[in-house]
């Protein structure tokens, strides 16, 4: 009976999830709306939102190896959305959080013994495809940055490819669309990831069985550019916004 009632708590166990960059409007919604799936820590750069001062948290620049090691620890998985997220970021800014600091991020993962990672890319990874409308546009194409951001997220996409070789760690790159509570322009249109449906997709990712996977996080928007067919098959996404519904029909 003891041993029964021990597999039924083992099996019952949330996994525990770091989220860095918590403070961000992603890094909020993911916090309010996954605090009953998973058990949560939260990594903030500086100030920490009277919000979310109640969960188990961090303060560290990620560009730091020793500051942002002990976040890490213990953790079953991390979503790592801490990052410069202008295209407009000077190449320090860039080098400094979304390089250095990914690298951090990833490299205390493993030595941690985190098994996944989910890596907030970014459509600006492709975005050379979005100003000379060579639509659609596919996970797989060769990356054309648009940005020094978009490099730098090209450049967590093949570090998660090689921790993912290299040490066996699962990692899914989402390549995220524009977050916004409902879309509000013809870019938007095309582009928008709920809010729901973010929080659907990440945690798609978290739980999901691949070794690693690049995938457009998007709502299912009836005029979307991006492809994700791969998101829905592979992941098990199903998207349930449209931002159709928010437009007069023409």
């Not at 190896?65 to 976040?71: F, G, K, L, R, V």
């Not at 098959?233 to 159709?244: F, Q, S, V």
């Amino acid at each position: 009976m003891e041993a029964g009632i021990g597999v039924v708590a083992m099996a019952e166990q949330k996994r525990r999830v770091l989220i860095t960059g918590a403070a961000g409007r992603i890094g909020r919604e993911l916090s309010q709306r996954l605090r009953d799936r998973y058990e949560l820590r939260l990594h903030f750069h500086r100030a920490i939102p009277d919000d979310l001062r109640h969960f188990d948290h961090v303060v560290a620049d990620i560009a730091d190896y020793d500051a942002i090691t002990p976040a890490l620890e213990g953790m079953d998985a991390v979503v790592h959305l801490a990052a410069d997220p202008s295209p407009y970021a000077s190449w320090e800014s860039v080098l400094h959080s979304n390089i250095i600091g990914t690298y951090n991020v990833f490299e205390a993962a493993r030595r941690a013994g985190v098994r996944k990672i989910v890596f907030a890319s970014t459509n600006h990874v492709m975005g050379m495809y979005d100003r000379d409308q060579q639509w659609p546009v596919y996970s797989h194409q060769p990356v054309r940055p648009d940005s020094l951001y978009g490099v730098s997220k090209a450049f967590g996409e093949a570090l998660g490819r090689y921790y993912a070789d290299r040490y066996g760690i699962s990692v899914i790159c989402l390549r995220i669309g524009w977050f916004l509570p409902e879309p509000r322009d013809e870019i938007s249109r095309w582009m928008w990831l709920s809010p729901r449906d973010c929080v659907q997709v990440v945690w798609r990712a978290i739980e999901s069985e691949l070794d690693f996977g690049i995938f457009y996080a998007i709502s299912a928007n009836s005029r979307r550019h991006w492809d994700i067919t791969d998101t829905i098959e592979k992941l098990g996404y199903r998207p349930e916004d449209d931002a159709e519904r928010y437009f007069a029909p023409e």
